[in-house]
T-cell receptor
Framework: DTEVTQTPKHLVMGMTNKKSLKCEQH?????MYWYKQKAKKPPELMFV???????INESVPSRFSPECPNSSLLNLHLHALQPEDSALYLC?????????????FGDGTRLSIL | GNSVTQMEGPVTLSEEAFLTINCTYT??????LFWYVQYPGEGLQLLLK?????DKGSNKGFEATYRKETTSFHLEKGSVQVSDSAVYFC???????????FGGGTRVLVKP
Protein backbone atom coordinates (compact mmCIF):
# COMPACT_ATOMS: atom_id res chain seq x y z
CA ASP A 1 0.00 0.00 0.00
CA THR A 2 1.30 3.42 -0.94
CA GLU A 3 0.82 6.46 1.25
CA VAL A 4 0.42 8.71 -1.75
CA THR A 5 -2.99 8.16 -3.35
CA GLN A 6 -3.69 9.06 -6.95
CA THR A 7 -7.04 9.15 -8.70
CA PRO A 8 -8.21 8.07 -11.13
CA LYS A 9 -6.06 5.01 -11.86
CA HIS A 10 -6.95 5.11 -15.54
CA LEU A 11 -8.20 7.93 -17.72
CA VAL A 12 -9.12 8.02 -21.37
CA MET A 13 -9.85 11.41 -22.88
CA GLY A 14 -10.21 13.08 -26.22
CA MET A 15 -7.99 15.91 -27.35
CA THR A 16 -10.69 18.51 -26.69
CA ASN A 17 -11.61 17.32 -23.20
CA LYS A 18 -10.72 18.89 -19.88
CA LYS A 19 -9.92 16.58 -17.00
CA SER A 20 -7.98 16.63 -13.74
CA LEU A 21 -5.66 14.23 -11.97
CA LYS A 22 -5.66 14.21 -8.19
CA CYS A 23 -2.96 13.31 -5.68
CA GLU A 24 -3.29 13.16 -1.90
CA GLN A 25 -0.87 12.48 0.92
CA HIS A 26 -1.33 12.58 4.70
CA UNK A 27 2.28 12.19 5.80
CA UNK A 28 2.69 15.89 6.56
CA UNK A 29 5.02 16.31 3.61
CA UNK A 30 5.50 19.85 2.35
CA UNK A 31 6.98 19.10 -1.07
CA MET A 32 5.00 17.46 -3.86
CA TYR A 33 5.96 16.51 -7.39
CA TRP A 34 4.42 15.58 -10.73
CA TYR A 35 6.26 13.22 -13.07
CA LYS A 36 5.50 11.82 -16.50
CA GLN A 37 6.66 8.31 -17.33
CA LYS A 38 6.62 6.79 -20.81
CA ALA A 39 6.88 3.04 -21.29
CA LYS A 40 10.30 1.56 -20.50
CA LYS A 41 11.67 4.95 -19.48
CA PRO A 42 12.45 6.57 -16.13
CA PRO A 43 10.10 9.23 -14.76
CA GLU A 44 10.59 12.79 -16.02
CA LEU A 45 10.00 15.62 -13.60
CA MET A 46 7.28 18.09 -14.57
CA PHE A 47 6.58 20.28 -11.51
CA VAL A 48 7.68 20.75 -7.92
CA UNK A 49 5.61 22.39 -5.20
CA UNK A 50 7.17 23.49 -1.96
CA UNK A 51 4.91 24.68 0.86
CA UNK A 52 2.03 24.93 -1.61
CA UNK A 53 3.97 27.21 -3.96
CA UNK A 54 5.19 26.21 -7.40
CA UNK A 55 8.97 26.16 -7.22
CA ILE A 56 9.97 24.29 -10.37
CA ASN A 57 8.32 24.03 -13.79
CA GLU A 58 10.42 21.95 -16.16
CA SER A 59 9.25 23.86 -19.24
CA VAL A 60 6.02 21.88 -19.35
CA PRO A 61 3.48 22.90 -22.04
CA SER A 62 0.66 25.08 -20.77
CA ARG A 63 -1.92 22.40 -21.56
CA PHE A 64 -0.77 20.94 -18.21
CA SER A 65 -1.74 23.16 -15.29
CA PRO A 66 -0.78 22.18 -11.74
CA GLU A 67 -2.54 23.32 -8.61
CA CYS A 68 -1.81 22.79 -4.92
CA PRO A 69 -4.94 23.81 -2.96
CA ASN A 70 -3.49 22.74 0.40
CA SER A 71 -0.55 20.87 1.89
CA SER A 72 -2.15 17.45 1.33
CA LEU A 73 -3.51 17.84 -2.18
CA LEU A 74 -1.99 18.24 -5.60
CA ASN A 75 -3.95 18.45 -8.82
CA LEU A 76 -2.94 18.38 -12.45
CA HIS A 77 -5.46 19.98 -14.80
CA LEU A 78 -5.39 18.75 -18.37
CA HIS A 79 -6.72 20.55 -21.44
CA ALA A 80 -6.28 20.05 -25.17
CA LEU A 81 -3.79 17.25 -24.78
CA GLN A 82 -2.00 15.57 -27.67
CA PRO A 83 -1.62 11.83 -28.35
CA GLU A 84 2.03 12.02 -27.31
CA ASP A 85 0.85 13.01 -23.82
CA SER A 86 -0.36 9.45 -23.27
CA ALA A 87 1.74 8.16 -20.37
CA LEU A 88 1.75 7.20 -16.70
CA TYR A 89 1.54 10.31 -14.52
CA LEU A 90 3.12 9.89 -11.13
CA CYS A 91 2.78 12.03 -8.05
CA UNK A 92 5.39 12.01 -5.30
CA UNK A 93 5.94 13.75 -1.99
CA UNK A 94 8.82 14.34 0.39
CA UNK A 95 9.21 15.91 3.81
CA UNK A 96 10.49 19.09 2.16
CA UNK A 97 12.39 20.02 -0.98
CA UNK A 98 15.83 20.00 0.60
CA UNK A 99 18.39 18.03 -1.37
CA UNK A 100 18.48 14.34 -0.49
CA UNK A 101 14.97 13.91 0.90
CA UNK A 102 13.55 10.57 -0.24
CA UNK A 103 10.50 10.89 -2.43
CA UNK A 104 7.45 8.66 -1.95
CA PHE A 105 5.48 7.85 -5.08
CA GLY A 106 1.86 7.02 -5.76
CA ASP A 107 0.81 4.28 -8.17
CA GLY A 108 0.06 6.75 -10.90
CA THR A 109 -2.70 7.58 -13.34
CA ARG A 110 -2.43 5.88 -16.71
CA LEU A 111 -3.60 8.44 -19.26
CA SER A 112 -4.61 7.64 -22.82
CA ILE A 113 -5.36 10.42 -25.31
CA LEU A 114 -7.58 9.43 -28.21
CA GLY B 1 25.49 18.25 -14.77
CA ASN B 2 24.41 15.19 -12.83
CA SER B 3 23.98 11.85 -14.55
CA VAL B 4 23.35 8.22 -13.65
CA THR B 5 24.29 5.20 -15.72
CA GLN B 6 22.97 1.76 -14.93
CA MET B 7 23.32 -1.50 -16.73
CA GLU B 8 20.80 -2.21 -19.43
CA GLY B 9 18.50 -5.15 -19.05
CA PRO B 10 16.71 -7.29 -19.16
CA VAL B 11 18.52 -9.36 -16.59
CA THR B 12 17.11 -12.88 -16.45
CA LEU B 13 17.90 -15.06 -13.43
CA SER B 14 16.77 -18.27 -11.84
CA GLU B 15 15.25 -18.22 -8.37
CA GLU B 16 17.85 -18.14 -5.56
CA ALA B 17 20.51 -16.71 -7.88
CA PHE B 18 22.69 -13.73 -6.91
CA LEU B 19 21.66 -10.38 -8.37
CA THR B 20 23.92 -7.41 -9.09
CA ILE B 21 22.79 -4.27 -10.90
CA ASN B 22 25.57 -1.81 -11.61
CA CYS B 23 25.04 1.92 -11.13
CA THR B 24 27.60 4.68 -11.59
CA TYR B 25 27.05 8.39 -11.31
CA THR B 26 28.52 11.78 -12.14
CA UNK B 27 27.77 14.64 -9.78
CA UNK B 28 29.21 17.67 -8.12
CA UNK B 29 29.21 17.90 -4.38
CA UNK B 30 27.88 15.15 -2.13
CA UNK B 31 24.65 13.75 -3.53
CA UNK B 32 22.32 11.26 -1.88
CA LEU B 33 21.80 8.01 -3.75
CA PHE B 34 18.67 5.91 -4.01
CA TRP B 35 17.38 2.68 -5.47
CA TYR B 36 13.73 2.58 -6.44
CA VAL B 37 11.79 -0.47 -7.61
CA GLN B 38 8.75 -0.45 -9.90
CA TYR B 39 6.56 -3.54 -10.02
CA PRO B 40 4.30 -4.03 -13.04
CA GLY B 41 1.35 -1.63 -13.01
CA GLU B 42 2.60 0.27 -9.98
CA GLY B 43 4.48 3.41 -9.08
CA LEU B 44 8.02 3.59 -7.77
CA GLN B 45 8.84 2.35 -4.29
CA LEU B 46 11.88 3.51 -2.40
CA LEU B 47 14.01 0.42 -1.88
CA LEU B 48 17.00 1.88 -0.09
CA LYS B 49 19.11 5.00 0.22
CA UNK B 50 22.53 6.27 1.25
CA UNK B 51 23.43 9.83 2.09
CA UNK B 52 27.22 9.84 2.35
CA UNK B 53 30.32 7.97 1.29
CA UNK B 54 30.65 4.42 2.66
CA ASP B 55 27.03 4.36 3.82
CA LYS B 56 25.33 1.04 3.17
CA GLY B 57 21.63 1.05 2.47
CA SER B 58 19.69 -2.17 2.97
CA ASN B 59 16.11 -3.35 2.77
CA LYS B 60 14.28 -6.62 2.00
CA GLY B 61 17.58 -8.44 1.44
CA PHE B 62 18.88 -5.82 -0.99
CA GLU B 63 22.06 -3.87 -0.26
CA ALA B 64 24.02 -1.06 -1.88
CA THR B 65 27.12 0.79 -0.70
CA TYR B 66 27.89 4.42 -1.59
CA ARG B 67 31.41 4.29 -3.09
CA LYS B 68 32.72 7.76 -3.69
CA GLU B 69 36.09 6.60 -5.00
CA THR B 70 34.44 4.65 -7.82
CA THR B 71 31.31 6.86 -8.01
CA SER B 72 29.17 3.74 -7.79
CA PHE B 73 26.11 2.46 -5.94
CA HIS B 74 25.66 -1.12 -7.11
CA LEU B 75 22.57 -3.03 -5.97
CA GLU B 76 22.96 -6.61 -4.75
CA LYS B 77 20.76 -9.38 -3.42
CA GLY B 78 22.04 -12.75 -2.41
CA SER B 79 19.05 -14.92 -3.31
CA VAL B 80 16.32 -13.56 -5.57
CA GLN B 81 12.71 -14.68 -5.67
CA VAL B 82 10.16 -14.59 -8.47
CA SER B 83 8.51 -11.71 -6.63
CA ASP B 84 11.67 -9.60 -7.20
CA SER B 85 10.81 -9.38 -10.89
CA ALA B 86 10.51 -5.64 -11.51
CA VAL B 87 12.28 -2.61 -12.96
CA TYR B 88 14.98 -1.13 -10.74
CA PHE B 89 15.99 2.54 -10.97
CA CYS B 90 19.14 4.04 -9.53
CA UNK B 91 18.68 7.73 -8.71
CA UNK B 92 20.79 10.62 -7.52
CA UNK B 93 19.49 13.45 -5.41
CA UNK B 94 21.78 16.42 -5.58
CA UNK B 95 20.01 19.23 -7.35
CA UNK B 96 18.06 22.17 -6.02
CA UNK B 97 14.40 21.53 -5.41
CA UNK B 98 15.25 17.94 -4.49
CA UNK B 99 15.26 17.02 -8.16
CA UNK B 100 16.13 13.40 -8.81
CA UNK B 101 18.33 12.23 -11.67
CA PHE B 102 17.33 8.71 -12.68
CA GLY B 103 19.24 6.03 -14.49
CA GLY B 104 17.53 4.36 -17.43
CA GLY B 105 16.18 1.47 -15.35
CA THR B 106 17.04 -2.22 -15.37
CA ARG B 107 14.35 -4.82 -15.91
CA VAL B 108 14.89 -7.98 -13.85
CA LEU B 109 13.05 -11.19 -14.56
CA VAL B 110 13.35 -14.06 -12.09
CA LYS B 111 12.24 -17.46 -13.33
CA PRO B 112 11.14 -20.28 -11.02
Amino acid sequence: DTEVTQTPKHLVMGMTNKKSLKCEQHMGHRAMYWYKQKAKKPPELMFVYSYEKLSINESVPSRFSPECPNSSLLNLHLHALQPEDSALYLCASSQNDRVGQPQHFGDGTRLSIL
Amino acid sequence: GNSVTQMEGPVTLSEEAFLTINCTYTATGYPSLFWYVQYPGEGLQLLLKATKADDKGSNKGFEATYRKETTSFHLEKGSVQVSDSAVYFCALGGAAGNKLTFGGGTRVLVKP
